[in-house]
């Protein structure tokens, strides 16, 4: 560690994330190194044994890349006049100053919230209007995390903290500002959000696959703070949003095209798949009233650790609660795939799915059957791109690549090994007539 106020930490896709003080007492407040203990991709390390990484260096790492964003977009020499008359915010350095250090906290702290094995189990686990970000920030207005937001100077306001942290999706009880909501693009939007830039790498890094990888250097390099297109030929340009400088349109759309190649990949491989919903069916079990815990102290005491400790008992115990569940993880006896969707079926039923499984269950027994049907959120991303002769477009308008980005999305059945054989003999035989039923809402063209 060098003298003074500057703290280093090696890290294998940023090589150093650098801390000051303010910023290491949060590193070492309970909720941050709670993360340690969680796995940035669940149980896909029994996939892709190199994806053991945690929730902890993530989060030093889009730390580190907000701050970059930071000083890239507010560089008064990448701003122009009309962009610092729509934010006044630029033209104030201590104002400036204030916002960075909530940027990086607020990056630092965006998923202390997550619980145990991440997204794995967390739509169904949790009372209803409750998810990680909630979680997240109940713990950013906490007791602990409140001091030492009051500590600095100037003291950071809490709900400056959960605003960029969470974004305006998640906080519609909040009101933001323009200013407000550019900040928060920068670590949690759908187009730069330096969030799924630092998952991406590191995701693909630690898995071995190339195909997260993209020119972040160059990306970061071209944003800019620009104003939004006009929506028609004679309307006036609307707020400042995050984009681009046209040099830097081709690392956008690679960072479109990453994403979708580790959506289908990676993210969706049928084996990855299964055992998130196993984990999830020996949680239902395991857990008292079937949900993971809400307040503040039971969050903070429940990590991977506790979980992985319970299945490794339950696996070997058939008196223990979720022992099928457990079993079917720990000694790697997980449902095997019995039908994925594919394009003939689609065109028959886009839906072909739910019928197979319906069909399945009325002919082998439901238990013995998980149906596992996702789509990527999110279409074409929209974003201002400024071009070399100083006019602003949508990146729609310019950039083919972005407008034919597939949208990744699975229909799988998975059946339970020891019948997993039959059911596929039995669905070759039918299937034609399973999936070309006509249910409610749903053709057959």
Not at 142 to 166: G, H, Q
Request: one cysteine or more.
């Amino acid at each position: 560690m060098p003298n003074g106020d500057t703290h280093e930490i090696r890290d294998a896709i940023h090589v150093f994330v650098r801390l000051d003080s303010h910023e290491r007492e949060v590193l070492n407040s309970r909720p941050f190194q709670r993360l340690r203990h969680i796995h940035q991709l669940a149980l896909t390390y029994l996939v892709y044994p190199g994806a053991t990484h945690k929730r902890f260096e993530h989060s030093l790492g889009v730390m580190e890349l907000a701050g970059r964003v930071f000083d890239v977009v507010t560089n008064r020499a990448n701003v122009t006049d009309e962009i610092c008359r729509a934010l006044p915010e630029l033209n104030n350095e201590s104002v400036k100053g204030y916002w960075r250090r909530v940027v990086r906290m607020a990056a630092l702290c965006h998923d202390i919230g997550h619980l145990p094995f991440s997204h794995a189990a967390e739509a169904e686990l949790l009372p209803d209007g409750w998810d990680h970000e909630r979680l997240t920030r109940e713990l950013i207005q906490s007791e602990e995390m409140r001091s030492i937001w009051t500590s600095i100077t100037p003291p950071l306001r809490p709900a400056d903290v959960v605003k960029l942290a969470i974004g305006p999706k998640k906080t519609k009880d909040l009101e933001f500002t323009n200013w407000e909501a550019i900040l928060s693009e920068i670590i949690v939007g759908d187009a730069f959000g330096v969030d799924r830039m630092d998952y991406l790498l590191r995701d693909s890094h630690h898995v071995g696959v190339a195909y997260g990888k993209f020119d972040h250097y160059r990306l970061i390099d071209t944003l800019r703070i620009l104003p939004t297109p006009p929506a028609g030929e004679k309307g006036d340009s609307q707020e400042p949003a995050l984009g681009v400088e046209q040099g830097g349109i081709e690392s956008a759309e690679a960072l479109m095209l990453a994403r979708y190649f580790m959506y289908s990949q990676v993210y969706f491989h049928p084996v990855r798949r299964i055992y998130d919903i196993h984990l999830k069916d020996f949680l239902k079990q395991w857990l008292s009233g079937g949900a993971f815990p809400i307040a503040v102290v039971r969050h903070l005491s429940l990590t991977d650790n506790e979980v992985t400790a319970a299945m490794l008992e339950a696996a070997f115990d058939d008196r223990k609660a979720g022992h099928d569940h457990a079993r079917r993880i720990i000694r790697r006896e997980h449902f095997k795939i019995v039908y994925e969707r594919n394009p003939i079926d689609v065109r028959i039923n886009p839906e072909a799915g739910k019928p197979v499984f319906d069909a399945l269950a009325r002919e082998f027994g439901a238990e013995a059957f998980r149906h596992d049907r996702y789509q990527q959120r999110g279409g074409p991303p929209d974003f201002p791109v400024r071009m070399r002769d100083g006019q602003v477009v949508s990146s729609l308008e310019i950039s083919s690549t972005l407008n034919t980005v597939p949208v990744a999305s699975i229909d799988y059945v998975f059946g339970n090994r020891s019948i997993a054989d039959a059911a596929s003999a039995w669905l070759k035989m039918h299937k034609g007539e399973v999936i070309g039923l006509k249910e409610e809402g749903v053709g057959n063209g």
